[in-house]
């Protein structure tokens, strides 16, 4: 198999010269995901919404490659308020369920932009049949 990029069709891919996921044989690695709203781009202000939309903009790009979310087997989680902690927690908990990937969550004193609080990246490897 040969490698495929996937995009969400944001310019911004395009400028910092990345691909919102790559697909290289049974994997998929997903870039690091924002809270915006896929839909109307709008970034909310709540962590939990904003973990939301990142799972939603995961998902998709996982169907785009041909994954799916049961295939997770690796999250990394930047927040920049360990204090929100619990609250990524909570939405992680009811979006993966039993998917239950390997994950670390850190930290981190900021991201692109200020009002961003969390960013997600996953690895996905397609379930054997």
Known sequence: MS???ISSGSPFEKVAGYSRAV???DMCFVA???GYDPVTKVLPEDVSEQTRNC???I???LKDGGFEMADLVRAT???T???DFDAVFAVCGETLGDIRPAATIV???ALYKPEMKIEIEVTAKRRSA
């Open 3 to 5: 490698r495929r990029l």
């Open 23 to 25: 697909v290289e044989g």
């Open 32 to 34: 690091g995901t924002t």
């Open 55 to 57: 799972f939603k903009v």
């Open 59 to 61: 998902a998709s790009a």
């Open 77 to 79: 989680y930047y927040v």
């Open 81 to 83: 308020d360990a204090k």
């Open 107 to 109: 930290a981190v004193s």
